[in-house]
């Protein structure tokens, strides 16, 4: 092993997967992008577009070209060509946004091309980027190396809120250059972690490994719908992301209904973030009592938080006890940073879960196949908040709020039937004595 080497890439990884993260925080899609797009239109089938776009065509190129990228000898190119035209995209919508002469809806055209061609690199470039770590990072010490990413990436991305709360706040420029000036820094940010990625020493001597890629797994997927296990997982799945229908929807009815001001999406952004990467040590520990299963039923229990506090908190404010106490809505505006807190909690929850759950439940040799299967159905289930839409446009947000209330109950619910994978030990000494007192 080249050490000098080794030491260097482990450098160049942390930050490229640190700015990346400032990147991806501060282009959030529900809490950023959504209110970007509530600026330029009252459409709620647009605005729930967002999300849907950014997960649909971010699984769209692992599924075309997964299995031609997993090949390659070299991951290096692909990963840095994916990461250039995912920097050129914001760069474009940067300059969309300072375009003063635009209207609203040339604006908002642009926006949904420059995203959708900033989705489908982030897609192309995850697998390589993925094969690359795994190529250049030496196996004792991946730990301690995602363990600074993420220590890392957790200071950036509280940074992110800082940089939107002042953006977005008073002293801030108008709309859109407050934008402009997002989109800006994040091109920066993408900028400067495709540097330290392309610095990152590809051992050419080390292929790939050799698991099958994602399309090809796609090939075993009658054994997997075969596996009851596989099935049950869906399930939940399917129901916790149904229960995403409002999520899009939770900042804009904060700025519409609640008269939120703008400073405080930047409060919601850092709470959102400290949540995500705090919970860690809590799912830590509940994986380690009672495994993935049960991170994944207190992931569906967070989830449920966030639809409620905002169904209930409004008619709180309007109650005699409320409004003899506080004479503004300062209280409601910080109380409402609980929607953000579950949101991201409960984010962190899944990332640590879900693939490891499915590692868990699959045979070695079809793990390609579970994961590709489970992505193509998740797909299709991210089409929730469309229906969340048209629930705005017929009814109300206390309807669409109730309705995924209930489907994040359903969740809950449903979570009971996931197989536990948990393997539960007894110390030696304690076994002995159990032992000793059968005889």
Not at 178 to 206: D, K
Not at 226 to 236: I, S
Not at 268 to 279: G, H, V
Not at 295 to 312: C, E, K, N, S
Request: net charge positive.
């Amino acid at each position: 092993m080249d050490r000098r080497g080794t030491a260097s890439s482990f450098a160049f990884g942390v930050a490229h997967g640190a700015l990346l993260t400032l990147a991806e925080t501060l282009l959030y899609p529900t809490i950023v992008l959504t209110l970007f797009v509530a600026q330029l239109t009252d459409d709620p089938v647009r605005i729930a577009l967002v999300p849907v776009v950014g997960t649909t065509v971010w699984l769209l190129p692992q599924l075309l070209v997964g299995s031609l990228q997993h090949k390659s000898r070299r991951q290096l190119p692909w990963a840095t060509g994916a990461a250039i035209v995912q920097t050129a995209a914001i760069v474009l919508l940067a300059y969309v946004g300072y375009r003063a002469e635009m209207d609203d809806s040339q604006r908002l055209r642009s926006f949904f091309l420059c995203y959708v061609v900033y989705n489908l690199a982030a897609g192309l470039a995850s697998i390589p980027s993925r094969e690359l770590l795994t190529k250049s990072i030496p196996r004792d010490r991946r730990g301690i190396f995602f363990l600074q990413r993420s220590l890392w990436g957790a200071v950036l991305g509280l940074a992110a809120g800082l940089v939107v709360r002042g953006l977005f706040g008073p002293d801030g420029p108008a709309f859109p250059r407050n934008f402009t000036s997002l989109f800006a820094a994040a091109a920066g940010a993408l900028a400067a972690a495709t540097f330290f990625q392309m610095r990152l020493r590809e051992p050419a001597r080390m292929v790939a490994s050799s698991a099958a890629g994602p399309s090809t797994g796609l090939r075993n997927a009658p054994q997997v719908i075969a596996d009851p296990n596989f099935r049950r997982f869906m399930t939940f799945r399917v129901v916790l992301t149904a229960s995403t229908l409002a999520d899009p929807f939770l900042i804009v009815y904060a700025r519409r209904e609640l008269d939120l001001p703008m400073s405080y999406v930047g409060t919601y952004l850092i709470a959102f973030t400290a949540a995500r990467f705090l919970s860690s040590p809590l799912w830590a520990w509940l994986e380690s009592h009672g495994g993935y299963r049960a991170v994944l039923q207190g992931t569906a229990l967070a989830r449920l938080v966030a639809p409620l506090v905002a169904l209930v908190l409004p008619y709180l404010a309007d109650t005699t006890l409320y409004r003899d106490r506080f004479d503004d809505n300062r209280p409601i505006f910080l109380a409402y940073a609980v929607v953000f807190v579950a949101l991201g909690a409960a984010l962190g929850g899944q990332i640590r879960a879900n693939f490891g759950y499915v590692m868990d439940i699959a045979p070695e040799e079809l793990r390609p196949a579970y994961t590709a299967l489970a992505n193509v159905v998740l797909a299709v289930a991210a089409l929730a908040p469309l229906i969340g839409a048209k629930l705005i446009e017929r009814y109300s947000y206390d309807t669409l709020f109730a309705t995924a209330s209930l489907v994040g109950l359903a969740a809950i619910f449903v979570s009971g039937v996931l197989t536990d994978t948990h393997t539960r030990t007894r110390p030696v000494a304690q076994a002995w004595r159990l032992r000793g007192a059968r005889s």
